[in-house]
C-alpha cells in the first residue's frame, strides 16, 4: 500500500519590506507592542546608497524576496515601506502600478519616514526638509541625541506609548490633503497601514 504523503501546512505571513534600517527598527517595535508572531519585518539590503533610492528597485526586490519565502511560508499580505525622497510624479505612478499588478501595498511618506515620526510628539501642518526634520527630532523635546545617528536603533523608550498620538496626528492631517494623495506633501499613509496589519482599534 503506497505511504501517503503528509501535508506540510503552509503560514501565513504578512511581510513587511523596508527601505532603511529606521523603518524596520519602528515595525520591530509595533511588533512588540501589538504582540503579532505572524508579522515578519525585512530590510532588504540593495546595492545602493538610501539617499535617492528608487522606489521601484525595492518593489522589484521585495518581490524577488517573497517569491523565495520558505516553503512552508506564505506571504498573506505584503507590504512595502519606502519615503519619496528625490522620487518624481511619474516613478511614484509606476511604483503604484507596480505594487498593483503583485498585490502589494506601499506605505509611503512625504517627505520621509520621520513627518511619521514627529507626529508622535506634535501635529503637523507644513512640509518639513528632511534637514529640518532631524533638527527638530534630536531637541531636548523630542529625542534629544543627534537623530540621524540614532536611526535604526529600537524606538521603544521614547514612541511605544505615542502611537496613538501620531494616529491622531495623521488623521488630522487628512483634512487639507488633495488628490492625487502621494502627492501631499506633508503626507503619510501609516496611520492605517498599522491598523491594518495589525487589526488594532486602540493604538
Known amino acids: 500500500m503506497p505511504r501517503k504523503s503528509r501535508k506540510i501546512p503552509y503560514k501565513k505571513i504578512i511581510a513587511i519590506y523596508c527601505e532603511g534600517e529606521s523603518e524596520k527598527a519602528y515595525f520591530k517595535m509595533l511588533k512588540r507592542k501589538y504582540h503579532a508572531a505572524n508579522v515578519h519585518v525585512h530590510s532588504p539590503k540593495l546595492v545602493i546608497t538610501s539617499v535617492g533610492l528608487s522606489g521601484m528597485s525595492l518593489l522589484k526586490k521585495a518581490f524577488q524576496k517573497v517569491q523565495r519565502l520558505k516553503s512552508n511560508e506564505q506571504a498573506e499580505r505584503i507590504y512595502v515601506v519606502f519615503d519619496r525622497d528625490s522620487l518624481g510624479p511619474s516613478e511614484i505612478a509606476e511604483c503604484r502600478r507596480f505594487a498593483k499588478q503583485h498585490n502589494m501595498s506601499i506605505i509611503f511618506s512625504n517627505v520621509n519616514l520621520e513627518i511619521w515620526i514627529l507626529m508622535h510628539f506634535q501635529s503637523v501642518r507644513r512640509p518639513y526638509t528632511p534637514t529640518e526634520l532631524n533638527s527638530i527630532l534630536s531637541g531636548p523635546a523630542f529625542f534629544n541625541t543627534n537623530y540621524e545617528r540614532f536611526k535604526g536603533k529600537p524606538y521603544d523608550d521614547l514612541l511605544y506609548d505615542k502611537v496613538k498620538t501620531a494616529k491622531m496626528n495623521a488623521d488630522a492631517l487628512e483634512n487639507g490633503y488633495s ?16 491598523q491594518e496589519i495589525f487589526d488594532v482599534a486602540e493604538f
Open 179 to 194: 488628490e492625487p494623495l502621494f502627492l501631499n506633501d506633508p503626507f503619510t499613509n501609516m496611520n492605517h497601514a498599522i
